[in-house]
């Protein structure tokens, strides 16, 4: 999986969803098989459950005497993957942010970064960009992020979730390299 840049807003979606980058999922088949492991606290026979394989496969990767691969260890890394971004998330913070405050309104989502047009410039200041987006943008955050979204994904539904500000739904889709994009230090989902 290649590596993120951090100061991506979609990378920093990621990062205030799952506290912590997008980075560290697993991302090769030894990962994802180590992962379902730990997730068994080392119980073969539970982990091959947990993956859907039979046993003695989930033994035999495990002991490196074969490994998946293919369209089969394609999906294991994925279902580690979205496994350890749901266990990453949590019931209470997904619940808290689906429930938009209980009021339709979405939570405050402030952003701080630097537009990159603007020659010599820093960070800005503190942006509430929850005020230019849908109300149940936090729900529609969660859902893409749940499904798999990467960044660049999730960088795209962010814009997309801004209805009341032309500027910045348009300049906030590009990715942080970009001439008219957005390099951003840091978001808070609150």
Do not use: C
């Not at 990621?14 to 080392?42: C, D, H, M």
């Not at 997904?94 to 952003?111: F, K, N, Q, T, Y």
């Amino acid at each position: 999986m290649p590596r993120h840049d951090p100061n991506d807003l979609g990378s920093r979606v990621y990062k205030a969803l799952a506290g912590r980058s997008v980075n560290t999922e697993p991302a090769t088949i030894t990962e994802a098989v180590g992962w379902f492991l730990r997730a068994a606290q080392g119980n073969v026979s539970a982990a091959a459950r947990l993956a859907g394989v039979p046993r003695r496969s989930m033994r035999d990767w495990v002991s490196g005497v074969s490994k998946p691969r293919g369209a089969r260890a394609a999906g294991l890394i994925d279902s580690a993957r979205l496994s350890e971004r749901r266990n990453r998330l949590g019931p209470v913070r997904e619940r808290r942010w689906r429930a938009a405050g209980g009021d339709g309104a979405v939570h405050d989502i402030v952003l701080t970064g630097a537009y990159n047009y603007d020659p010599g410039t820093s960070d800005r200041e503190p942006i509430t960009i929850s005020k230019y987006m849908e109300p149940d943008a936090g729900d529609q955050l969660v859902s893409a992020y749940l499904a798999g979204a990467g960044p660049d994904g999730l960088r795209e539904k962010f814009a997309e979730l801004i209805t009341d500000s032309p500027f910045y739904a348009e300049t906030m889709a590009l990715p942080p390299g970009a001439e008219h994009g957005w390099t951003v230090s840091n978001l808070t989902l609150g």
